[in-house]
Each structure stands twice: as structure tokens, then as C-alpha cells.
């Protein structure tokens, strides 16, 4: 179905993110997929010595994952969001690699209000913190799209897909505060750019809303194992399983889809139940 596709992952943190089992069924339908984690670069150069060797980590963490579980000749690259020159740097090495893109998936978010799977309330949230948080959930979708497009990168009849959370639109019962507000703007900006790109070459672009999943970084960051069985129980369907998101989101990958502007529920029902 993918045959012949290329499309960008970011996101993926270990084995177990959402992001790695929707590369995984990409590549299982013939596509291809380029990986980007975050990492030292040239443009990091005034960071703390401790910073640099977090980042070298984190980075060494998601390449052996990747390799892992797609393969050893995957190809990784280095991408940091908040900064455009990494980003511009990224589409460089794409072009010079002749790598053209149908797609990718937008599975970045940050929140250093949440500590402990405690999180601050909102009128303690400086604007930094807000701002910061805001920059790499929602904001991230727009600067990612504008340099690829500028550059090109970008093929007519691409898809976009974000992920997402019911926190955009509803108070949890676990803690979610000043990320929520970021997912609801990842949402209208997915909506906004939906009509914007589909008029310019025909790119859809849609979001995705998943059940509470404790297997990433991610999840473990927020939620206890109550909560995850709370959701599981409530749901009619129980909660969706990571394979069940790769699925939906293989569904609006396909070339020549006329699904967009779509902010999709993959969780079992759980978004019907009061």
C-alpha cells in the first residue's frame, strides 16, 4: 500500500513508543521512514556539559531502538524543534540524501510542569513554562511543515498526522494541565493547516486521539496503573491497543485518501462515556 513512500518519524523515545509501532507498519506495507530524535549538534553549542551528555543519550537511546526494531540501516537523524537552524539542518541533509517525503508523524510533546506524575497547577505555570510547553506540542507542527515546504521536501498528496490526547477537550482525572492546553492547539492548528495545505498540493492533514498507554516514556510520565484500568473499564470496547493506532493512522497515510481536518478517537469508545 506504501510501496514506494517515504515518510518522517519523530517522536519515538524507546521500543515501546506510539511512534515506533506506526514506523513499524509503515515499513510492513512497503514504505520507508526516516527517524529524527533529539541530540547534540552544532547548534546546541551553548549548552552545560551535563546537558550535552543527556542529549548524547537520549539520542544513543533512540537510535539502538530503532535499529532494533526497524532495522539497522533505518535512517536517524538529529532534529531539536526549538531551534530552526537544526530544523533548516535536517531538510539540508534530506536534500542531500535526495530524500522526498509523502508524509510524516508529529508525535512530539514536552511538559516540565509534570514532575513525579505530579503536576503543577495552572496558575503556578510561569509563562516560560507555558510558552516552552506550547513551542514543542503544538507550535512544532507548524515550523516542522513550513521548512519542508519551503525546502520542498514535501511531495503533493502528502498526509500529516499528529497525536493527540482527550485532555484537549476534557478535564483527566490524571495529571494534565498546561500540556492539555497545548494538545487543544495542536488540534485547531491541525484543522487550520488542513485547509491551507490541502489547497496548496493536496496534503491532509489529520490528529489522532489515543487511550491512556503507559508502554512509552511518555505515558509512564503521567498516568498509574489505575488510571490506564479506570479508562479500560469505562471504555466499550476496553482501551485500544498501540497496533490499533498504527492501523488508523496507516489508513490516513495512504496516498490519495480524501480524509482531513479530522481529529480521530482510537480508544475504545472511551471519548462517548460521561
Not at 552544532?42 to 544513543?60: C, E, G, Q, V
Not at 526497524?70 to 539540508?92: N, Q, R, Y
Not at 530524500?99 to 497547577?121: S, Y
Not at 512509552?216 to 484500568?229: F, I, P, R, W
Amino acid at each position: 500500500m506504501l510501496e514506494g513512500k517515504t515518510y518522517l518519524i519523530t517522536g519515538i523515545a524507546d521500543e515501546n513508543s506510539l511512534a515506533m509501532y506506526v514506523a513499524k507498519k509503515i515499513k510492513e506495507n512497503g514504505g520507508q521512514v526516516v527517524c529524527t530524535g533529539l541530540g547534540v549538534s552544532k547548534h546546541h553549542s551553548k549548552l552545560s556539559d551535563k546537558a550535552k551528555a543527556f542529549l548524547n543519550k537520549t539520542y544513543d537511546d533512540f537510535q539502538k531502538s530503532v535499529h532494533s526494531v526497524l532495522g539497522k540501516k533505518t535512517h536517524t537523524e538529529i532534529l531539536d524543534v526549538t531551534l530552526p537552524e537544526s530544523i533548516e539542518a535536517f531538510c539540508e541533509k534530506l536534500i542531500s540524501k535526495n530524500i522526498q517525503l509523502d508524509g510524516f508523524l508529529h508525535a512530539i510533546a514536552m511538559d516540565k510542569t509534570i514532575r513525579n506524575k505530579v503536576v503543577k497547577p495552572l496558575l503556578d505555570v510561569s509563562f516560560q513554562e507555558f510558552c516552552d510547553t506550547m513551542e514543542v506540542s503544538a507550535y512544532s507542527l507548524i515550523s516542522l511543515t513550513s521548512h519542508l515546504f519551503k525546502n520542498n521536501l514535501l511531495n503533493a498528496d502528502s498526509s500529516i498526522c499528529s497525536l493527540s490526547y482527550i485532555a484537549a477537550s476534557k478535564v483527566t482525572f490524571h495529571p494534565y494541565r498546561n500540556i492539555s492546553i497545548a494538545k487543544a492547539a495542536l488540534e485547531r492548528i491541525t484543522v487550520e493547516l488542513a485547509d491551507e495545505l490541502g489547497r496548496k498540493n493536496g496534503t491532509r492533514v489529520n490528529c489522532l486521539r489515543f487511550s491512556p498507554y503507559m508502554g512509552s516514556k511518555a505515558g509512564n510520565a503521567t498516568l498509574n496503573e489505575q488510571d490506564v484500568q479506570f479508562a479500560h473499564r469505562k471504555s466499550p470496547l476496553g482501551n485500544a491497543l498501540p497496533e490499533d493506532l498504527a492501523y488508523e493512522v496507516l489508513n490516513l497515510l495512504r496516498p490519495n485518501g480524501r480524509t482531513t481536518g479530522e481529529i480521530r478517537h482510537v480508544d475504545g469508545g472511551y471519548n462517548i462515556m460521561g
